[in-house]
């Protein structure tokens, strides 16, 4: 009995400390420190925004300045870790300022442990990329691109983990 | 108890919907007739459209102190209005942010941001939130150019081609649309789309 109490409350523990942090099992990982993050115009991000291949993408496009970006980036790390058998990648495109990248990005990345892929997105002429990615995007942030082939779904909202889940599941089969 | 959980799950569907109908779609589209409103300014009075008797429109810039987006355009907005006040287009600012949901947008922080940046334009704060939902504003920065007398919503979007930096820039759109407007010109783009940071709300 008493035992079982253990491991209950153990379970507890752990579920609970999974909630706000990023998941145990990356800590335990080797980290690898990244020193530098991609930079593309939107020319070079739009190839990564319509590939044709078997997976599922999930794009996030955030910023680390980004209060509500930051509360929901775990759930796209959960997404991309929990789904990556499935065929499912997930990218984040940074929209930060060139000059914070290696003063505020770069450090978060590695703070955090970020596993996805991310490239930051550094163009001008907003107006034209904007509307290119999704004409209903209005440019804010946090926005979430998810595409599969020629399928594709675009949401200018936060998520949380079952949300995102949902819209996944809707590409999946 | 399955009624109970049936209800609880219509009352969380019922303010998912309400939750979403307050955003974007909602607000005005160009051509549209802005309400007036009265908002309180940084100097503690309250101020409404209609106090600018003389003016011939009004670059309505929805911005706040924490977006780094608008910090970036905080000299730009400054340009706007010192070019533009004395031919009859006034900038007014405001900040749609929930200050519990955005530490550091405050009215007591807008005062004090102010007056480092010398802005020479109000700067209202949006008690309550109930304005920017009526524009449809759904980040900062997000300008709206309405012309008198109809008070007719005439430009949304952002001030240029280029918000995170201003030495890129390559086109200016809404000095494009006030240059139209007073030389009674068609505005060539009476929208344009700029990354922003969303509007806080609890």
Not at chain 1, 73 to 87: T, V
Not at chain 1, 119 to 124: A, K, S
Not at chain 2, 22 to 45: M, Q, V
Not at chain 2, 78 to 99: Q, R
């Amino acid at each position: 009995m008493i035992q079982k109490f253990i491991s209950f409350t153990l379970i507890a523990a752990f579920l609970f400390s999974c909630k706000k942090e990023i998941p145990k099992e990356t800590l335990t990982k080797e980290i690898a420190k990244i020193a530098t993050v991609k930079s593309l115009n939107y020319q070079q991000l739009k190839p990564l925004l319509e590939k044709q291949d078997d997976k599922i993408y999930v794009v996030n496009f955030w910023a680390t300045w980004c209060a509500p970006c930051v509360k929901e980036l775990p759930y796209f790390e959960k997404i991309g870790a929990e789904y990556k058998s499935k065929n499912v990648e997930v990218l984040l495109v940074s929209l930060d300022f060139p000059k914070q990248v290696s003063t505020k990005l770069i450090p978060f990345i590695n703070k955090n442990n970020i596993q996805s892929e991310v490239v930051l997105l550094d163009d001008f002429n907003e107006d034209i990329w904007i509307k290119a990615i999704d004409a209903t995007w209005s440019g804010a942030l946090p926005a979430t691109l998810i595409y599969h082939k020629n399928k594709r779904k675009f949401y200018e909202q936060t998520f949380d983990y079952e949300t995102l889940e949902n819209e996944l599941k809707q590409f999946l089969n | 108890m399955k009624t109970i959980k049936n209800t609880l799950i219509l009352a969380m569907l019922i303010l998912m919907t309400t939750a979403f109908s307050t955003r974007t779609e909602n607000g005005y589209k160009i051509g549209d007739t802005i309400e007036d409103f009265s908002l309180k300014n940084i100097d503690d009075k309250m101020v409404s459209l209609a106090d600018y008797k003389k003016a011939k429109g009004f670059i309505i810039i929805f911005t706040c102190n924490m977006c780094p987006y608008s910090v970036a355009n905080e000299d730009r907005i400054n340009a706007l209005d010192a070019k533009y006040k004395s031919k009859g287009f006034p900038v007014i600012a405001i900040n749609p942010n929930d200050p519990k949901a955005s530490k550091g947008d405050g009215f007591e922080d807008m005062k004090v941001r102010a007056k480092e940046k010398g802005f020479t334009f109000p700067y209202l704060f949006d008690e309550g939130q109930k304005v920017y939902p009526k524009f449809g504003a759904s980040k900062t920065p997000h300008v709206f150019i309405v012309s008198k007398k109809s008070m007719k919503v005439e430009y949304i979007g952002a001030i240029d081609n280029s918000s995170k930096n201003p030495d890129a820039v390559t086109e200016k759109y809404v000095e494009n649309a006030v240059d139209a407007l007073l030389a009674g010109k068609k505005i060539e783009k009476t929208e344009t789309k700029a990354i922003g940071c969303t509007i806080k709300v609890l």
